[in-house]
């Protein structure tokens, strides 16, 4: 069944949480289906740090103090960035097909398509991030985190203003080639930025100052303090980033919802 079927067959539009959850679902499961046929990518953001972790990770211990724990958090940051481009895609590709309008007039409030869209690729990401972070503790040498719940916490927490950057550009852009590389280009200065790859306090006095600006920058300090187990020095990253991802998802929810990102302006 597709998902426009789906959505049609859908109860009406109400503040139930139930019909609302049934709409989300039945996004949800058409683009999980999207994302099971053609996984090369997710499958990429997993293999490419993991490799660049094992041949980084002479250089970063001998370089830095806690080098195991730079390059596997750091790296863990820097791909996931990527994923911004899979949330993109999600919601361009139904602009770039025409049939997002279809899915506006559908019984699924803009919300409740956004979610939808994007959950598969939260999934996507959760588990990406928990496999380099099992294999940083496996192969790398990071310490073993003594609360895995904050670890979980800042992934979910990075996840989601991650995906609602995503979702935001692609009420935006206007091609897939223009979301490629706001993708990249962001993805690589966020990272860089932020102290990713290279340690802040070894990186220029400008690039200091300005890494405050960078999500990257929070997110790093939020993943290296969860694996120390610090929660004290994990809620300032955490507010800034769930700040950032609601205020992100709730321009992209309205700009959808009134019809900007139409796919008539593909």
């Not at 990518?41 to 195991?68: E, T, W």
Request: charged letters at 10%; glycine letters at 10%; a positive charge.
């Amino acid at each position: 069944m597709s998902v426009d079927t789906a959505l049609i067959d859908a109860p009406p539009r109400t503040g139930g949480a139930f019909d609302a959850l049934y709409r989300i679902a039945a996004v949800a499961r058409h683009n999980t289906i999207i994302r099971l046929r053609d996984p090369g990518q997710a499958i990429s953001y997993i293999v490419m740090p993991m490799v660049l972790m094992l041949v980084l990770k002479p250089l970063y211990v001998r370089a830095v103090d806690g080098g195991a724990t730079q390059v596997s958090t750091g790296l863990m940051v820097m791909f996931s960035v990527f994923a911004i481009s899979l949330a993109g895609n999600a919601i361009l590709s139904e602009r770039t097909w025409r049939t997002w309008d279809r899915l506006r007039v559908s019984k699924a409030a803009s919300a409740e398509l956004l979610l939808g869209k994007i959950l598969p690729i939260f999934v996507i990401m959760v588990v990406q991030q928990s496999v380099l972070l099992i294999y940083g503790v496996l192969v790398i040498g990071l310490p073993v985190p003594g609360a895995p719940h904050y670890v979980l916490l800042a992934i979910v927490i990075w996840a989601f203003a991650l995906l609602s950057l995503g979702a935001l550009l692609a009420a935006i852009v206007r091609s897939h080639g223009e979301l490629s590389v706001i993708c990249d280009v962001g993805a690589l200065t966020i990272s860089s930025l932020g102290g990713a790859l290279v340690p802040l306090s070894i990186m220029p006095e400008w690039a200091q100052t300005t890494a405050y600006v960078s999500p990257g920058y929070w997110a790093l300090t939020l993943m290296q303090a969860a694996v120390r187990g610090d929660l004290a020095g994990m809620l300032p990253s955490a507010g800034v980033l769930l700040v950032l991802g609601l205020l992100a998802g709730a321009f992209a929810a309205r700009r959808l919802a009134r019809g900007w990102g139409r796919g008539g302006l593909i």
